[in-house]
């Protein structure tokens, strides 16, 4: 299971710090991500975090968001500074090991959170 928390409304500017909680998997053995869908848009890769560590961003957080994992507690983190409304959407963890061809791809992915919902006010 994947638990994402941590969503909430803030201003344009301000920071939020979800997270996602999982159990029932080797954590350590999958690569995480993040994805939001947006109301009447599709589902959009936001960040990636394999299981060797490295990290990939969609160009539209690169710079304002930051994926990490904590393979001793099961958990990933995206803190988000500089939100903008644009980013106003549900917010997804997944768990996978896409190659790196498809791992911007939702499709790719065999275990989803619930989704956790950010609001940025202009």
């Known amino acids: 299971q994947l638990q994402a928390s941590g969503g909430g409304l803030v201003q344009a500017g301000g920071s939020l710090r979800p997270s996602c909680a999982t159990s029932g998997l080797t954590f350590s053995r999958y690569g995480m991500a993040w994805f939001r869908q947006a109301p009447g848009k599709e589902r959009e890769f936001v960040a990636t975090v394999r299981s060797t560590g490295s990290t990939y961003y969609a160009d539209s957080v690169k710079g304002r968001f930051t994926i990490s994992r904590d393979n001793a507690k099961n958990t990933v983190l995206l803190p988000m500074n500089s939100l903008k409304p644009e980013d106003t959407a549900v917010y997804y963890c997944?768990?996978?090991?896409?190659?790196?061809?498809?791992?911007?791809?939702?499709?790719?992915?065999?275990?989803w959170g619930q989704g956790t919902l950010v609001t940025v006010s202009s």
């Open positions: 997944a768990a996978g090991n896409p190659v790196v061809t498809y791992m911007r791809s939702w499709r790719a992915y065999n275990y």
